[in-house]
């Protein structure tokens, strides 16, 4: 019943006009920041560049290992799985496309975030899109709006479904009860986030870089076992795409719509390009200016999407392909069954893969969801907060959630919004801080940040 409700609201949220927006704004985005992508190895190469003159909490490569701790999560496993199962081989491509072209959403959204900062009066950097609303344009109702979405979504697909992952994932291939993965999940997760950002920032920067190295080696090993099926498999992917025929040998039938709706949704769910969850934590970061930080977040999309997406889309394709009875009715049975064709290494990559993925989402959720409730509530709701995010992490592993992907499209879109709108209203700051800083990257911003107090 209540599948049935979140999957009709769908109908309309992820319908035409919020996928044409969605996308449009990548492009239009990608245009107004003069095709911001082609700076991308300058951003990879800040990311790890420290900055000496920046004002913040944590270094630039911390808050950017934060926010692909919170993007690349099962999100990039099961999600694109989902999105292969509702949209065809052809929604793996708009999922790409929604990674290439959201770079460009990723750069605005960050960058607005650190031009619209505020710091506490105990010297904590405060930002993100509910900050750009109020102090951007004015329009603190709309901020709340957002907030209220965020903290509704992390819940869910930032928490609990991260953790029935895992606990689903391990107890397939070990064995082990949901309830005593939940009670590890839980005591890990409090353990880090009762140290705030700079504990939550710590883990990440060592988890981040070893999950995703260690997972995109696994599939490419995986891919080379089916390098055979590799050529038809980007064909078929292609094709798909705009194609109005549903695609053969095992695949689900699909249309163009389907495809678009399924691999944009699916897209903005695993890179946050345009969701507005990133940016919270890039305004946390010490950067001389707001373009440096923005770079440095739009690399997060790329290696999120561009790169492990794409990558497990053409492992899925490739399995499929040459198991045509493996079943691709549904998402998280059919990662399954792709990954356990490869005897011993398959099923270690995926296992993996989702305990250090999943396990990652839910700290960088954390901070997300924490800082959006404290915008609302103040520091008062705090560790009431940590305290309701540990206990649904273990919860969560013991549940049955199937309607929770359905819950996760709904809140994710109700949450971009607001965010959508104030990117597209403050483009011209957008594109005036970008011509004033792109080209001296070091300059540093002398513009005074308000303090406030209360939070």
């Not at 409700?5 to 309309?12: I, K, P």
């Not at 708009?94 to 750069?107: D, E, N, S």
């Amino acid at each position: 019943m209540l599948k049935s409700f979140f999957d009709f609201l769908n109908g309309y949220l992820w319908g035409p006009p919020m996928v044409i927006l969605l996308f449009g704004t990548h492009l239009f985005m990608t245009l107004r920041t003069g095709f911001i992508q082609r700076k991308i190895l300058l951003g990879i190469r800040l990311s790890v560049t420290k900055d000496h003159a920046g004002h913040g909490d944590v270094s630039q490569f911390g808050a950017l290992a934060t926010a692909l701790a919170s993007t690349i999560g099962t999100g990039n496993i099961v999600g694109v799985a989902t999105a292969l199962v509702g949209g065809g081989p052809g929604a793996i491509l708009w999922m790409w496309l929604t990674g290439v072209f959201g770079i460009a959403t990723k750069y605005a959204e960050s960058l607005l975030a650190v031009k619209y900062r505020v710091r506490t009066s105990d010297g904590t950097m405060l930002g993100g899109p509910m900050y750009a609303l109020e102090r951007g344009l004015k329009c603190k109702w709309l901020a709340v709006i957002f907030c209220f979405f965020t903290v509704l979504a992390s819940f869910g697909i930032g928490n609990a479904v991260q953790s029935n992952a895992v606990a689903s994932s391990v107890k397939e291939t070990f064995h082990l009860a949901p309830w005593i993965s939940g009670v590890f999940i839980a005591l890990l997760v409090g353990a880090v986030i009762l140290g705030g950002i700079k504990s939550i920032t710590r883990v990440c920067t060592v988890l981040v870089p070893f999950m995703a190295v260690f997972y995109v080696l696994g599939c490419i090993v995986i891919l080379v076992s089916y390098r055979a099926y590799i050529p038809a498999a980007l064909k078929l992917i292609v094709t798909s795409a705009f194609s109005v025929r549903a695609a053969a040998g095992g695949f689900v039938a699909s249309t163009l719509m389907s495809a678009a709706r399924y691999g944009v949704a699916r897209g903005l769910f695993t890179n946050e390009s345009g969701l507005g969850s990133a940016p919270i934590v890039a305004a946390a970061a010490k950067t001389s200016n707001p373009v440096r930080q923005a770079l440095v977040s739009a690399t997060g999309t790329f290696w999120d999407t561009v790169v492990i997406c794409a990558i497990t889309g053409l492992v899925l394709v490739c399995s499929i392909i040459a198991n045509p009875m493996i079943d691709s009715s549904k998402g998280a049975a059919l990662t399954h069954a792709a990954f356990n064709q490869i005897p011993v290494l398959g099923p270690v990559v995926l296992t993996v893969g989702m305990i250090t993925f999943a396990f990652a989402t839910i700290l960088g959720w954390a901070y997300y969801s924490e800082k959006a409730l404290e915008y609302v509530l103040k520091k008062k709701a705090i560790m009431l907060f940590r305290i309701s995010w540990v206990a649904v992490a273990f919860v969560g592993a013991v549940m049955e959630l199937p309607t929770v992907w359905s819950m996760a499209d709904t809140f994710n879109a109700l949450m971009a919004f607001p965010n959508l709108v104030a990117m597209l209203l403050l483009s011209g700051v957008v594109k005036a801080e970008t011509k004033k800083y792109l080209k001296n990257i070091d300059a540093v911003d002398r513009t005074p940040i308000p303090v406030v107090k209360g939070r």
